[in-house]
């Protein structure tokens, strides 16, 4: 498993420009060597910034070869204001001229998430290349992260983090008491790069826990992730604040 690198930047707005350059290696990289380019977008609020400064990018990505995949899907109606693919479509799909077709939203209601989740699951395998795992290979795998070290929808202590053979899966969250899907932890360890963007002083103490032993089976979900292929995290200066006192 690589050690993880590090970028840290004085604030989130600096923090998505340098996330947005790499984005943008990876594509170019990804799309010249197998002539597409498969990323898994983030929820939650960090990544609008992220998806502001890929629409601003010149020369712009390959977007034409872009498909863009989610790493969870709140069990929301798509126009809800808490939705994943809400955000997405406001801050980058309506931004850049990817085709309707290379976006692939994960379709579900409270009511069909586990039916939702294994259509999910049976698309990505369909689309994607298979890595050495068997599981479906997403070129990059953007993630958040939550003050309590969840990742996408792995929250500490949920069922789907014992997931070892699905792509996806759906998951009732305790804490916020609803219904998600998101991709596992073998689809997220396949991945050929994961990107964590993490932002502000709430974050510091899982950053500081998480970076400080990067795999831990029995530490926060985001230590529990063994990727077989290159991560790399963004941080604020106020989200790295704790790495200082734990960093050799
Ligand atoms: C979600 C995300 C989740 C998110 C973190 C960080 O649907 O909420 O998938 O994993 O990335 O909770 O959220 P913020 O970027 O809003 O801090």
């Keep these: 498993m690589n050690r993880p690198r590090i970028v840290i930047e004085k604030d989130p707005d600096a923090v998505a420009a340098a996330a947005a350059r790499n984005w943008l290696r990876l594509a170019r990289e990804a799309v010249s060597e197998q002539g597409v380019f498969h ?6 609020s960090t990544p609008r910034r992220l998806h502001a400064a890929l629409a601003a990018a010149a020369p712009p990505p390959p977007w034409a070869a872009v498909e863009a995949w989610f790493g969870d899907k709140r069990c929301v109606p798509p126009d809800d204001p808490e939705s994943n ?3 997405a479509r406001e801050t980058l799909f309506d931004r850049v001229p990817i085709a309707p077709g290379h976006i692939h939203p994960i379709l579900c209601s409270p009511a069909d998430c586990r039916r939702a989740a294994h259509a999910y699951a049976r698309t990505l395998a369909t689309r994607l290349p298979a890595a050495a795992s068997g599981m479906p290979r997403l070129d990059l795998a953007v993630l958040g992260m939550g003050p309590d070290g969840h990742t996408a929808s792995l929250f500490p202590g949920s069922c789907i983090l014992s997931e070892t053979e699905r792509p996806a899966a759906a998951v009732y969250v305790d804490r916020l008491k609803a219904w998600r899907v998101s991709l596992t932890r073998p689809l997220l360890e396949a991945a050929r790069h994961l990107m964590f963007i993490v932002t502000g002083a709430d ?6 826990r998480a970076l400080a032993t ?3 089976p029995a530490g926060l979900p985001v230590q529990r992730l063994a990727p ?11 989200a790295a604040a704790g790495l200082e006192e734990t960093r050799p």
């Design 39 to 44: 990323v898994a977008l983030s929820g939650g």
């Design 85 to 87: 693919y809400r955000m």
């Design 203 to 208: 974050k510091a103490p899982a950053v500081a």
């Design 214 to 216: 990067a795999h831990d």
């Design 228 to 238: 077989a292929g290159e991560v790399t995290w963004y941080l604020d200066a106020a």
